[in-house]
């Protein structure tokens, strides 16, 4: 599991925090959030993170753009519950081409409760992989921390 | 509930006996099936009637027509759980211009555990209503029981 | 579906409008939101219903209280979409002994997409039906608009 | 994804291959099986070996134990459609005292579709890690294909 150590972003790269408060169906015969759900949880943040940054997923949908998983990994700490307030940290982790990876960090009331990665193609309509969108391209950069000209962030 | 008391198709029309096997992730924190999966329970069910009276649900969507769900309602007698074998019997209740409906009876170890409608719509790619496709609506007498000739089923 | 065609509540009746935004996870093959999810959604307005006009279903749990539903019906109006702000409105129908009915009303952008109706019995931890729990009880008049004096509901 | 590159069991372990059918609801906006499913269906694949060389995931309960997953991590190869029967095969990867890893590998008419690792924990039903338990235990060497005495298999 070492690649899920760093549950934390790097210190000076844009995130977003997106809160999703635990349905009762997301729950399951364990009395805790089903984990594949963790995995929808991701996706919750990743979409909010794009649309804080760059823009509306549905905005990347009508420009012939969709961004499928190739890989996801979590890494579960502690049980989220019904009712709870899941806080989902999102950042970029890495970019090449036609591809991206996110990191995430997952917090109940301060405490870690879980981790993941997504690793993304890029691809048009009919599944074929393309480079980065223009809009997202101009943007990599500043959301991997880099060219930062003079460092000013703390 | 009126509507729903009546849990078994007529004698002789024809029918699709479906068996799903509760999945651990169908559960919820009661410890039985989330309500919300029935209305997929039923979904196997009518798929796999009209592929075993009909054509593959895949050949309808090929051919450019969708059977959007604008009705349902399910009710629960028993709660499903964990590993249970869900029976789930589909059958034709009515059929209009651009319209269906299939009623359906859930048991589990020969119990009733709850009894569905479905109504739909027939539509093609865009979404807009169409005639019932004529490999159905050739089928669809039969499938209400109808026009039998003389009868011959018990 | 003639038990469908109110989908307001009566004017004088306490109601819960919740906000859901649909995730793409939600959305199916149709490139609309899967039916069942609407199940869901009435869920989440309903247990905002209780949160806000009761307690939290959390408390119910605690108070070894559950709220199982025994009978759901749903219509479908328009389709959802991904990124869709669905509001979801939720009121009490009716109550009995040991069981509620909710009414709901689900809007996108100020047009009807559906409405619904569920039907819970109240139940403790084994599943064996209960009165309904003395908070529930002492505002459920309240909740159907009744009790209010002086009637002035048209 | 360097653990992810060995997609096969080694030859001599035991395994289990379940085909589980793709549900219009498993699909998503894209048309293809939303990305979280996978993760059932290793669930699917995972309870189906325990069953099959072990004992039903209900024994296990019934015994005090559940297997939750610490962590989990799927590489996408090729999208599942509608209506495609996809073959998971699960073999158990390693164990160490209170916990496990399965490995898994996805296919579609012959074709990789995907690969998976699941971690688990075994626990008691508070939640406490404990033991692999007996039945299991018993079993483990040789589902690693360990102490197989004079190599027979193939």
């Excluded at 996110?102 to 992989?129: K, M, N, T, W």
């Amino acid at each position: 599991m070492q690649r899920l150590r760093l549950a934390l972003p790097p210190v000076s790269v844009p995130r977003t925090r997106y809160v999703h408060t635990v349905a009762f169906y997301e729950t399951d015969g364990m009395g805790i959030v089903h984990h594949s759900n963790h995995v929808r949880f991701l996706e919750l943040a990743r979409v909010a993170f794009l649309s804080e940054h760059d823009q509306p997923y549905t905005a990347y949908m009508e420009q012939g753009f969709h961004v499928p998983v190739i890989r996801v990994e979590v890494a579960y700490y502690r049980p989220c519950r019904f009712a709870d307030a899941v806080e989902i940290t999102c950042w970029l982790r890495g970019a090449r081409n036609a591809s991206l990876a996110f990191g995430y960090r997952l917090e109940v009331q301060g405490q870690l409760a879980g981790c993941g990665i997504s690793e993304h193609a890029i691809v048009d309509r009919e599944g074929r992989p393309v480079r980065i969108p223009p809009s997202m391209a101009g943007r990599i950069d500043r959301w991997l921390g880099r060219n930062e000209g003079p460092p000013t962030d703390p």
